[in-house]
């Protein structure tokens, strides 16, 4: 039985299409890397041009108030001009947030990023990448690798650093393994994501329409999954794993579908603590004031807090009258202090696990989508959903999902879908 969370005792993220907190800018189809879950097709000559990357950045700037811009692709490290890039979305008032794989990172490009304007990373790496070096390890092997990049990040100082895995039936025993790497190295790894697999499963009953044309999805990358796999992996059943580690792990934010308000697309936490002890984890309020407070001092929600922020967990505990979360954190807190009046001295850091569950097909053929998307992207000076560009390059438009005649009046029975 899935685990029942209430999203009710969690703050509903204010995050809509024209102000958000994140947007998605895709600066290259080509890779280095063959990821299993990866639902964007590899071209090695699919480095977009900078006049198109500044007509994406005024297009963003005209229809969407973000914070952050996430560059991705394909791998944006492999684009020529990726000093250039990260310079242009920082002069354009956004954070330039690099999701890359991180084979092309090296000290010297980092310190030209740092220098252009990057404001941190996010590392996908998990074991379903066919990493040259790495085949063949767990993700707890893995979390060498990790580390390797945080202590790179943190040499230079001033970048946030996270890391995101795609999670699969048979790696979601690992999740706890990598939230407990994540806690001894709290204080220089900021952000933890879990993504839950999701593919798109041709269905014989449905067809496929673009428009009035139906249509063959059978060339989309998304809707060729691995056989045999799991693709109905839940927020939830994230949550569950993770609790067999940490009993007390308990949400305060998320973004929920737009077919089904108690979804949940995206599931933020914020757990406060020391390489040894998380005391607790922050409440909705804490994470009501933390979006509210920036969208009225800079106008945006908030998205990657800056390292020196998050290294200030003692002083967030001031907030402790506010919200049921961080009040647990301080009576735990202050017995450690009791017991070892050393503890009082130590740094408290503040670290976020998000996961994000993808977009469903609900048993009518409709889609449920992340509402408020944080990764909408730009095409043809339109904005839309970058996990299902694909559809809009190939047919030039979303797909629609339409249930068969002979087979409308069955009971409706969930369907996995789109990673």
């Known amino acids: 039985m899935t685990l029942f969370l209430d999203h009710n005792r969690y703050y509903r993220l204010p995050w809509n299409l024209p102000d958000n907190a994140i947007s998605w800018l895709e600066v290259t189809k080509a890779c280095n890397l063959h990821c299993e879950g990866c639902y964007r097709e590899n071209d090695p000559k699919g480095h977009k041009p900078l006049d198109q990357i500044k007509r994406d950045l005024a297009i963003f700037k005209k229809y969407r108030k973000t914070d952050g811009v996430s560059l991705a692709g394909g791998d944006p490290l492999v684009h020529p001009g990726i000093v250039e890039i990260v310079r242009l979305v920082a002069r354009d008032g956004f954070k330039p947030i690099i999701n890359t794989n991180g084979l092309a990172l090296n000290k010297e490009l980092l310190l030209e990023l740092k220098r252009a304007g990057a404001a941190g990373f996010t590392f996908h790496i998990d074991s379903k990448q066919h990493r040259p070096h790495w085949r063949g390890k767990t993700e707890i092997e893995l979390n060498a690798l990790r580390l390797s990049f945080a202590e790179m ?31 001894e190295h709290i204080d220089i790894v900021h952000v933890i994501v879990f993504i839950a697999i999701r593919a798109a499963v041709l269905e014989s009953r449905f067809d496929y329409y673009a428009g009035a044309d139906k249509v063959d999805m059978s060339p989309i990358v998304y809707s060729t999954p691995e056989q045999n796999q799991r693709l109905d992996i839940l927020s939830n059943d994230v949550v569950e794993a993770i609790r067999t580690r940490y009993p007390d792990f308990e949400p305060s934010a998320y973004l929920n579908g737009t077919g089904k ?7 933020l936490t914020g757990r406060i603590g020391t390489k040894k002890t998380i005391y607790g984890y922050v409440g909705p309020k804490f994470m009501e004031l933390a979006q509210t407070i920036n969208h009225l001092r800079k106008g945006t929600y908030l998205a990657y807090t800056k390292p020196s922020v998050q ?29 070892n009046p050393l503890n009082l001295f130590r740094r408290l850091h503040l670290q976020s696990v998000t996961i994000i569950q993808p977009a469903d097909i609900l048993c009518d053929g409709s889609m449920s989508m992340c509402d408020g998307c944080p990764d909408i992207t730009v095409w043809n000076d339109e904005l839309v959903w970058s996990c299902r560009l694909e559809e809009q390059i190939k047919f030039g438009c979303f797909v629609r999902a339409v249930p068969k005649g002979e087979i409308r009046a069955r009971p409706c029975e969930p369907v996995p879908s789109i990673n």
């Open 261 to 267: 308000a108690d979804s949940f697309k995206w599931l």
């Open 311 to 339: 290294r200030k967990g003692k002083a967030m505990l001031l907030l402790a009258p506010l919200d049921r979360g961080l009040r647990g954190v301080a009576r735990k807190f202050l017995r450690s202090i009791g017991k």
């Open 153 to 183: 990040l943190a040499e230079v100082g001033g970048l946030s650093c996270a890391f995101n895995s795609t999670v699969y039936a048979d790696t979601l025993q690992y999740v706890p393994d990598i939230l407990a790497w994540g806690q």
